[in-house]
């Protein structure tokens, strides 16, 4: 079966809960974001349901700052979403899995094109 990307040209671009990755920039923009074992873990953590930092933070065993700086590179690349809600001590940010799947285009597909 042939996926095909729903974009003719080179970006980062979330349709139906899947990321495409078109053109060399962005693909390593994504890889470098996959890249890091903590990320890795937030990714696997937060794929059970949405959490807020500081319980990432617990169960990834990293600071809520490292974990607030790794988030923010997810964020980046469109791969998690966060959102803010009332906290016993003020607001909290809950980060979820803004996709499922990740597909990586090796190659642009010329208008008109099948």
Known sequence: ???RP???KEGIYVDDRT??????????MVANALSSETR????AYISQ???DLEEIARAVGQSKANISSQIRKLENVS???????PGGRGI???????????????????????
């Open 92 to 114: 909290k940010k809950i980060v979820e899995l803004n996709v499922d799947r990740i597909v990586f285009h090796l190659r642009i597909p010329r208008r008109g094109e099948q």
């Open 6 to 8: 729903p974009f003719e």
């Open 49 to 51: 349901r949405p959490a």
């Open 40 to 43: 890795a873990k937030i990714l």
């Open 19 to 28: 990321l495409h990755v078109i053109g060399p920039r962005y693909i390593a």
């Open 79 to 85: 791969i998690v979403r966060s959102r803010y809600a």
């Open 1 to 3: 079966m042939e996926i």
